[in-house]
């Protein structure tokens, strides 16, 4: 049986970790990467999402980059602008385990099939920015700021046909509240797409986690409710466990 994954998202703004707010970034800081990363290695996390969101990386800062990646001890998912195969040639040269993209999968699709035939799909995530407005699922790009012209439906089945190893699944309009991930959208997605989903936007409780599985969610990402509450990782873990959900058992007291 596939265990599930515990993720947490990181977003850099160019110069500190940033809280999201329904993808405002907020000038609310979240602290230094390397220090909340030492701290995610100390409590169990499973995986770890960095996003950089400043949109001034064309050309990748490979010093900045390995000083992230040489201090974590699990799997690291980069994204955030990255528009090239050169630009994920450098990210995985400089540690990086898997690659999530975003907004040029509208503007080039054909970068799933390249990135993919390459690296191996297992390696390439897409990441999907959803609304829900009158009633339907809408997808976003570039920060969740400019609303496609794509069906949600249509733009997983290409993605996964075109070679995704995964599906990151972001709720814009829950994002940063913590009052729980948009169900309807996880049990939608799973339903449509035969490769893991990760439930995104929204966390704020181990229950949100539960829930989400219970919607079909094969990993579930969170920022705010660990970089504000104090909720963990391991926490989470023994939570889901009680629940009988297949998680990765270390169970570090923190």
């Known amino acids: 049986m596939l265990k599930v994954r515990i993720i947490t998202t990181m977003l850099w703004n160019g110069s500190t970790l940033v809280k999201g707010n329904k993808f405002e ?129 249509d733009l997983l089945i290409e993605c996964v046909d075109r070679g995704a190893g995964e599906i990151v699944i972001n709720c814009i309009d829950n994002d940063g509240l913590m009052k729980g991930y948009d169900n309807e959208l996880i049990k939608l997605t799973s339903s449509l797409v035969n490769v893991p989903i990760i439930a995104s936007g929204g966390a704020g409780n181990y229950e949100h986690f539960y829930e989400a599985y219970k919607n079909g969610a094969d990993a579930f990402a969170a920022a705010s409710m660990y970089h504000f509450t104090e909720h963990t990782p391991a926490k989470a873990k023994k939570y889901l466990s009680k629940k009988e959900v297949p998680i990765r058992e270390n169970f570090i007291i923190d």
């Open 25 to 153: 970034n907020e000038k609310r800081a979240a602290g230094s990467p390397l220090t909340t990363i030492n701290i995610y290695n100390s409590r169990d996390v499973d995986e770890i999402f960095f996003f950089d969101i400043s949109r001034n990386n064309k050309i990748i800062d490979r010093d900045f980059i390995l000083s992230i990646t040489d201090c974590v001890s699990v799997p690291i998912t980069i994204g955030g602008g990255i528009e090239t195969i050169s630009q994920m040639d450098d990210l995985f040269a400089c540690g990086a385990d898997k690659i999530a993209i975003n907004s040029i999968v509208f503007k080039e699709p054909n970068i799933i099939n390249e990135a993919s035939k390459r690296f191996g799909s297992q390696a390439i995530t897409i990441s999907i920015d959803v609304k829900k407005i009158n009633g339907k699922y809408v997808c976003y790009y570039n920060l969740g700021k400019i609303s496609s012209e794509k069906e949600l439906k």
